[in-house]
């Protein structure tokens, strides 16, 4: 029987429980192959080659493939795992973060600099804050071909 787990209605946020731990296995394996210089050499080789050699789903192989971290923590990743994808493309962690809220890396800096987004109307989804999936660059659906935070 599965745990329930209220932090779902949490828009914008994706926690990184058992279940989504056991899920990115392989995803957050990967990731952390890239702390090697001679993997990043071979992912940035052939990108589909050298995830082809992990037991990841398509769908992780083309959330990393797409660059699309809110698609990769979905699907398991965690984004301290993660970061080590922006890393090889030589992107700083603002960039990465910014990317993910549909900002540029000015844009991120500034917002956090004045304290962050506001709780209000981000408590939970179905309010009309900012955090809110339809606010956001991947939309109510998460974006095309893209499964949402309800457990796909």
Wanted: aromatic share 10%; with cysteine.
């Amino acid at each position: 029987m599965a745990l329930e787990k209220p932090y779902l209605d949490v828009p914008g946020t994706i926690i990184f429980d058992a279940e989504q731990s056991r899920r990115g296995y392989w995803l957050n394996q990967f990731c952390m192959s890239l702390m090697k210089a001679e993997n990043r050499e071979r992912f940035k080789a052939d990108e589909r080659a050298y995830l082809d050699e992990w037991a990841m789903s398509e769908e992780q192989k083309q959330a990393v493939l797409a660059r699309d971290l809110n698609w990769c923590m979905r699907t398991g990743g965690n984004i301290y795992f993660l970061a080590k994808i922006g890393a090889t493309d030589g992107k700083s962690f603002q960039q990465m973060a910014g990317s993910m809220t549909g900002m540029t890396e000015d844009e991120y800096r500034a917002m956090m600099m004045a304290g962050g987004r506001s709780a209000e109307g981000n408590r939970f989804v179905g309010e009309d804050g900012d955090a809110q999936a339809h606010h956001q660059p991947q939309g109510s659906a998460g974006g095309a071909g893209k499964s949402n935070k309800e457990g796909n």
